[in-house]
């Protein structure tokens, strides 16, 4: 079993539709982060959470931690919204340990 | 925050030949790490690179495969020795691990072995 789950691995929506992807854990955390991969490659990190809840225009993370699960929802969604979503824990000073990411197509 | 730069943003290679990746960021970093994402995957840590000492490598990573130098505190560098088709991977930088940070990740380099 992974240490970070996502679900689904895979999500089509049409635009405008409220979206949410889930994040659970087996490990001890300090921060967890989600993260946003194009189709070219490269990544941005959307948020990094500790704890409760953050918002970011149309984004929305949150984490409870004694249920070791994180969500991230996207309101409103648009084609540009289509990427890898990555969910991330770190274990250690150092280290991220990765999900497997959910594939997002908002179609229009 | 951090802008990372890596060279070369691509590159297709004979097998057996060997590559080594630029990482460049903007601002001072103790710690940078390699990733690599093999296709349809996730992210794997391949080493965390410390300026001043020897690179710290991951499970099933080695030194001879993945030498990696970090002469100052700006810039890092990651070859990918006697590549086989099996390295065909995005490798990535990133700086980031102080408790709390942001992490920030470079554009990547998409490796082709042929």
């Known amino acids: 079993k992974n240490e970070v789950e996502q679900s689904p691995q895979n999500l089509t929506a049409q635009e405008g539709e409220f979206i949410t992807i889930n994040c659970s854990y087996s490990v001890g955390i300090s921060a967890l982060h989600w993260l946003q991969q194009h189709p070219g490659g490269g990544i941005v990190s959307l948020f990094m959470l500790s704890s409760g809840k953050k918002k970011h225009g149309r984004l929305i993370a949150t984490i409870n931690i004694q249920e070791k699960h994180s969500s991230l929802h996207i309101t409103a969604s648009h084609p540009r919204d289509s990427a890898v979503y990555i969910c991330a824990v770190k274990v250690s000073r150092s280290r991220l340990t990765f999900g497997e990411g959910t594939q997002l197509t908002v179609n229009p | 925050s951090a802008v990372i730069s890596q060279k070369p943003s691509r590159d297709i290679c004979q097998r057996g030949t060997s590559l080594t990746i630029q990482c460049q960021v903007d601002?001072?970093?103790?710690?940078m790490f390699w990733y690599r994402q093999q296709p349809g995957q996730s992210l794997t840590l391949i080493a965390t690179?410390?300026?001043?000492?020897?690179?710290?490598?991951e499970s099933g990573f080695v030194i001879d495969k993945f030498p990696i130098s970090r002469p100052n505190l700006t810039f890092s560098t990651l070859t990918v020795s006697n590549m086989s088709p099996e390295d065909s991977s995005i490798y990535l930088c990133?700086?980031?691990?102080?408790?709390?940070?942001?992490?920030?990740f470079g554009p990547g380099t998409r490796l082709t072995v042929l």
């Open positions: 601002s001072q970093v103790t710690m």
């Open positions: 690179a410390n300026q001043g000492s020897e690179a710290t490598y």
């Open positions: 990133s700086v980031g691990g102080q408790l709390g940070d942001t992490q920030y």
